[in-house]
């Protein structure tokens, strides 16, 4: 299995800003956490609508029918949206706001599927 972060652009990204301390696999309040943007909530960085960051793992889906997420996320000022990809295709989309939301009833089918694909976990600005 692979994992890794990817950026759609390298130059003075905000996404790029202390990686690890502010955002990526950062621990808050003593338990860890998957920060996609900042901890930080004064760091506001200029980001435009198709702007994106994202987490992916390579994954063998045989014999899986879903994947499904858990947790809470919440986003800053904007509009954006969460998706879970499959080979870069979104699979499914939900739409986020100042206040955490449940990620329980997120669900991607995947029962088409088989062997080893690309899922990321999107976090996209929509407006």
Do not use: C, K, N, Q
């Amino acid at each position: 299995m692979t994992d890794g972060f990817s950026l759609p652009v390298l130059d003075a990204s905000p996404f790029e800003y202390a990686l690890g301390r502010l955002h990526g696999r950062v621990v808050v309040d003593g338990a860890p956490r998957l920060v996609l943007g900042s901890v930080d909530p004064d760091f506001l960085a200029p980001t435009a609508p198709g702007d994106f960051v994202e987490i992916f793992r390579l994954v063998d889906l045989t014999g899986a029918s879903v994947v499904r997420l858990d947790g809470t996320a919440e986003a800053a000022a904007g509009a954006w949206e969460l998706s879970v990809t499959v080979d870069e295709v979104p699979r499914v989309r939900v739409t986020l706001g100042p206040r955490a939301r449940p990620l329980g009833d997120v669900v991607a089918p995947v029962a088409d599927l088989t062997g080893v694909h690309r899922i990321a976990l999107r976090l996209t600005r929509v407006a």
